[in-house]
């Protein structure tokens, strides 16, 4: 367009010099304004004194080009990517500046002093907008990083609530069965018993590993968890007395409700084991039509009855599962010694 007859000598005009006919230093002077523009992203500074020489033989000559626009673009786009030596750039261009005026003057240019004070205000103002971009992209940018750590945060806790409820329960079930092996020394065919109790809860412990890992697999399908009765009588195989209750059948399309219902039947039978290890247990799941209420009690009446005194992070996972899907939780001990952990679940919510 700075070419087009038409267009000519209707660009910027700084310093009042008359208008000069375009020649071959006006190919050169609309060039060195507009070329840089291609680079202006990954060479901010360099595309600035390129286009900032162009706009001066420009003005000094009186071509008075529609590439002056691509001075402006370039200020901008400066204030806009330029990652260092932004203050240096600043002060350097408000220095090339005086000696620009000063040359037009003296060429006889009739530009006020206001006319230029105009000019360079609204240089400063471009320049401004670059630098409040900059800052715009800078926070969104750091927002976006805040929200990847949180999301990363939140899937690790995520994946370590699977693997404690996984390992934990299968864990403490193959201790306890390993260390009443050690007793039946005298009774071979018991012996075998306990043993093959330990093969099998290592092999659910793999198998539910290997859930986790389908899960934490994007391409994951939807699973579903192990029937509660199985887990019941891994823990009775562990020594541990357990009543099961389940009533009602659960509602179709609900794998996360039946996940978490899993994970607080598991983890509750896991801190029976470690905590109340021989008290009578009872485990009761009603299946509503809204709803999946879950209750764990032991009765206290075992060697090692009490209320979990660990780390607490398995009650506090379950607390969030609940949680997680609007449902509500507890988990307080009994006037007897024992413990009550309670969840109620709403149904119909599908994974």
């Known amino acids: 367009?700075?070419?087009?007859?038409?267009?000519?000598?209707?660009?910027?005009?700084?310093?009042?010099?008359?208008?000069?006919?375009?020649?071959?230093?006006?190919?050169?002077a609309v060039a060195l304004q507009c070329l840089p523009?291609?680079?202006?992203?990954?060479?901010?500074?360099?595309?600035?004194?390129?286009?900032?020489?162009?706009?001066?033989?420009?003005q000094l000559l009186g071509y008075h080009s529609l590439g002056g626009t691509g001075f402006a673009i370039l200020l901008l786009s400066a204030g806009a990517h330029l990652g260092h030596h932004r203050r240096t750039t600043a002060i350097a261009l408000t220095a090339a500046y005086l000696p620009?005026?000063?040359?037009?003057?003296?060429?006889?240019?009739?530009?006020?002093?206001?006319?230029?004070v105009t000019f360079y205000l609204a240089s400063?103002?471009?320049?401004?907008?670059?630098?409040?971009?900059?800052?715009?992209?800078?926070?969104?940018a750091d927002?976006?990083?805040?929200?990847?750590?949180?999301?990363?945060?939140?899937?690790?806790?995520?994946?370590?609530?699977?693997?404690?409820?996984?390992?934990?329960?299968?864990?403490?079930?193959?201790?306890?069965?390993?260390?009443?092996?050690?007793?039946?020394?005298?009774?071979?065919?018991?012996?075998?018993?306990?043993?093959?109790s330990v093969t099998d809860s290592g092999r659910r412990a793999i198998t539910d590993l290997r859930h986790l890992l389908q899960m934490i697999n994007p391409d994951h399908g939807t699973g579903t968890a192990a029937p509660l009765s199985a887990l019941v009588e891994q823990t009775r195989q562990a020594g541990q007395p357990v009543d099961f209750t389940e009533n009602g059948t659960p509602a179709a399309s609900t794998g996360d409700v039946d996940l978490v219902v899993y994970r607080v039947v598991q983890e509750s039978l896991t801190n029976a084991l470690k905590y109340a290890h021989g008290s009578r247990t009872s485990v009761r799941v009603d299946h509503g039509e809204t709803e999946v209420t879950v209750r764990i009690s032991t009765d206290g009446s075992?060697?090692?009855?009490?209320?979990?005194?660990?780390?607490?992070?398995?009650?506090?996972?379950?607390?969030?599962r609940v949680d997680v899907l609007g449902g509500e939780f507890s988990a307080s001990p009994r006037t007897d010694g024992g413990f009550v952990v309670h969840a109620r679940v709403p149904a119909g919510i599908s994974s």
Not at 101 to 114: F, R, W
Not at 124 to 140: D, P
Request: net charge positive.
């Open 1 to 28: 367009m700075s070419f087009v007859p038409t267009f000519q000598s209707h660009g910027t005009q700084l310093g009042g010099l008359p208008h000069r006919a375009f020649d071959a230093l006006a190919v050169v």
């Open 302 to 320: 075992g060697a090692r009855a009490g209320f979990p005194v660990g780390s607490g992070r398995g009650l506090a996972g379950l607390r969030e």
């Open 100 to 116: 620009l005026v000063a040359a037009l003057v003296l060429l006889g240019g009739t530009e006020k002093p206001d006319g230029y």
């Open 37 to 58: 523009l291609a680079g202006r992203r990954r060479w901010p500074l360099g595309c600035l004194a390129l286009a900032s020489a162009g706009f001066a033989v420009d």
């Open 124 to 140: 400063a103002l471009v320049w401004a907008i670059g630098t409040w971009l900059r800052g715009t992209r800078a926070a969104e």
């Open 143 to 196: 927002r976006r990083r805040r929200v990847a750590e949180e999301t990363r945060a939140a899937e690790r806790a995520r994946i370590a609530r699977e693997l404690h409820d996984v390992v934990a329960h299968h864990v403490t079930a193959m201790v306890m069965q390993a260390e009443a092996a050690r007793y039946l020394t005298d009774a071979p065919d018991r012996v075998d018993a306990a043993l093959s």
